[in-house]
């Protein structure tokens, strides 16, 4: 427990778990002093054990921790989100002054952050969040962050944020996001896409190993490939070393002795709600979703292989077909993750710079991707871009690898191959640039049983018909 009062620290962190001692770690490596509370001491001995060098130092007791920071105070809050924050800030409030400045960076919903921002700004204090991604090891050497909220407090912490966070030659992957909850809502939406690439990971594993029979050294040595080339990313990096990890007590592959139930902490649900919320889909986060739900049925899907019969999933398509075909749902995933972003900066007034999203997750984060250069640049060329599907040099890409995805997603569905995150991104892509959808039957029937009206395509206006003449 530090007792040094003559020393004034620049910054506190609230909670020194991996994440929260990690990131002040990154703190004091770039020269800044700064400080932690944890009511637990073994997480207080690990900081300062940690932190020799730096000779870092934490408190056990919340007063004396506050009494330590240079005002106005800036304490970063590193907790599991939910009750838990609403706890830590209603223990602070009678300790903090007018202008103190608290900074969310768990994953907490965005409503939650308008909340506490409105309740706090009557109290006098500064308040936003601030999503973090790239695990601990980001958080340790340099982690893509999304701060949003009140922009004259997050100035105050600029200088630290651009310092710790990752870098893409000497661009720092932290920027201003906008006002309100805007930085918690982008790192939701980052949540979304990752939730979705994953699961086109696992369908890609499924198609290699079940459609063209690889082992997992061979599938290995594919993901290792497409890690060289336009595919390059965290994820796809990370899990090509998983096949190769060896389970020290069978000495089988790890990843074989692991059961095939996926859990979830509900930030992909969340970017699901909220879209259908906004009326804008993203079908392919929404399939990630169901599919790890629909995995923690085991014993019922065990029971179904055996009523209906274990399937012959042979396909015939090469690893380059594959490869178009995960290319262009990563690019859809992508797209529809952005489209979200473009839709609530709209509904919620964020004023959200989709450049500057695209920057960031560059680095640092756990969605970035070689990939994400191209949308980058897509954004900053037209900032007011709806869609990406609608930048002509993402049109060209897509436009390559079509013929591919088609092949591959129609042979697996043949074959009963369950892929369906590749599945949606393509009916979703056939959808989304179809000029005339057969909706307008929908709104016929809507008009036939409830008297809903409809709009006509050749002149303005709110219609009905009498369709009970038809009797």
Not at 200 to 205: F, N, S
Not at 315 to 321: L, R, W
Request: net charge negative; glycine share 10%; aromatic share 10%.
């Amino acid at each position: 427990m530090a007792n040094n009062d003559s020393k004034k620290y620049k910054l506190g962190m609230i909670g020194l778990g991996t994440m929260g001692r990690n990131l002040l770690l990154n703190m004091a490596d770039k020269g800044f002093s700064v400080t932690g509370y944890d009511k637990d001491r073994k997480m207080i001995s690990k900081l300062e054990e940690e932190g020799k060098k730096h000779n870092l130092e934490g408190f056990d007791d919340i007063e004396s921790f506050i009494s330590s920071l240079e005002t106005p105070r800036t304490l970063i809050l590193l907790v599991p989100a939910g009750p838990i924050v609403d706890s830590v800030i209603a223990e602070l409030k009678p300790l903090l002054s007018k202008g103190d400045i608290i900074i969310d960076s768990g994953n907490s919903h965005f409503t939650d952050t308008n909340r506490r921002v409105d309740e706090l700004e009557k109290d006098g204090l500064h308040f936003f969040g601030m999503g973090i991604s790239g695990g601990e090891e980001g958080a340790r050497f340099g982690p893509s962050m999304m701060p949003g909220g009140d922009k004259q407090a997050y100035n105050v912490v600029k200088d630290v944020f651009d310092a710790v966070a990752a870098k893409v030659g000497t661009d720092p992957c932290v920027t201003y996001i906008g006002p309100g909850a805007s930085g918690h809502f982008v790192k939701m939406v980052h949540n979304g896409i990752e939730y979705a690439i994953m699961e086109l990971i696992a369908e890609v594993y499924g198609i290699l190993k079940n459609g063209l029979g690889y082992s997992n050294s061979d599938i290995y040595q594919v993901f290792k490939k497409w890690n060289e080339g336009r595919l390059q990313s965290f994820l796809l990096e990370i899990t090509a070393e998983i096949f190769l990890f060896k389970d020290t007590e069978t000495q089988n592959d790890l990843l074989d002795q692991i059961k095939d139930e996926a859990r979830s902490k509900g930030t992909g649900k969340w970017t699901s709600e909220v879209s259908m919320e906004l009326q804008l889909p993203v079908p392919t986060i929404n399939e990630a979703v169901s599919n790890r739900d629909l995995s923690k049925f085991k014993k019922l899907r065990v029971s179904l292989e055996e009523a209906f019969g274990k399937k012959d999933t042979k396909i015939a398509v090469t690893v380059d077909e594959l490869e178009d075909a995960f290319y262009f749902s990563m690019i859809s995933a992508y797209a529809q993750g952005m489209h979200l972003l473009v839709q609530a900066s709209k509904e919620y007034q964020y004023d959200l710079q989709l450049q500057e999203i695209a920057k960031i997750w560059r680095g640092g984060c756990i969605i970035r991707a070689k990939f994400l250069e191209d949308i980058y640049q897509a954004y900053d060329k037209n900032n007011a871009l709806e869609h990406l599907f609608g930048d002509a040099g993402i049109q060209n890409i897509i436009k390559g690898t079509l013929s591919g995805t088609r092949k591959t997603i129609s042979a697996c569905i043949n074959s009963g191959l369950g892929i369906p995150a590749f599945a949606s991104t393509l009916t979703y892509f056939d959808t989304i640039t179809t000029a005339r959808m057969p909706s307008n039957l929908i709104q016929a029937q809507r008009d036939f049983f409830g008297a809903h009206t409809f709009e006509r395509i050749d002149k303005d206006g709110v219609f009905h018909a009498d369709w009970n003449k038809l009797s």
